[in-house]
């Protein structure tokens, strides 16, 4: 969402109704959004329900090591979700994240054990996504994917290979890789651990 989006204008770009976009992304009141949030603009894979809506954040070093951890908060510890050079860092307003080059078809893991709550290319501005509920604080988003490993529903393991790294909708190869908690967007490098 950007100021001065509303629902009905999101539905209309994307050729979609409110009730759908308050379907897909379980609003209650679509009303009450915000500058940063992400919403689904099409169907879960297989079905017309409801997933979470998310946001997507980054975070940067230069080299990634998927073994070291960090503690993000109660019960989740994350690693690093590929390897590469941290070319974008969060900002909180134009970068939700971080973005990590590297070559095409390097891998991309789950930074922390949890079920993946949206797989897909439905998200203008993200390519191929996929977002990781840890809990009910954490979610964890992947973007600009060559290829998607993992389907919605399925529980991944923290360093399982999920993805590999691309540039759907992107000028260029890398991962942008998000935090989330309590729906607001985290900046990354405050769980990741130091490389």
Do not use: C
Not at 23 to 52: F, H, K
Not at 151 to 167: L, N, S
């Amino acid at each position: 969402m950007e100021r001065g989006d509303t629902v009905g204008k999101i539905a209309r770009d994307n050729r979609t109704t409110v009730a759908n976009i308050k379907r897909w992304n379980t609003l209650a009141n679509p009303d009450a959004i915000e500058v940063g949030q992400v919403l689904r603009v099409t169907p879960p894979a297989g079905s017309a329900t409801a997933t979470e809506s998310s946001g997507a954040a980054s975070a940067g070093s230069s080299r990634s090591d998927a073994s070291a951890q960090a503690k993000a908060g109660p019960g989740v510890s994350l690693v690093w979700p590929a390897q590469g050079s941290v070319i974008r860092s969060f900002d909180g307003k134009n970068s939700k994240g971080i973005d990590i080059a590297n070559a095409a078809g390097t891998p991309v893991v789950a930074a922390a054990t949890g079920n993946v709550v949206y797989a897909g290319n439905g998200l203008r501005g993200y390519g191929n996504m996929l977002i990781v509920k840890h809990d009910d604080d954490y979610l964890t988003a992947y973007a600009h994917n060559r290829v998607l490993l993992v389907k919605e529903g399925q529980t991944v393991q923290q360093g399982q290979k999920i993805a590999e790294m691309g540039d759907t909708d992107s000028d260029r190869t890398m991962l942008h890789f998000e935090v989330r908690y309590m729906g607001r967007s985290a900046d990354p490098a405050r769980y990741l651990p130091p490389r």
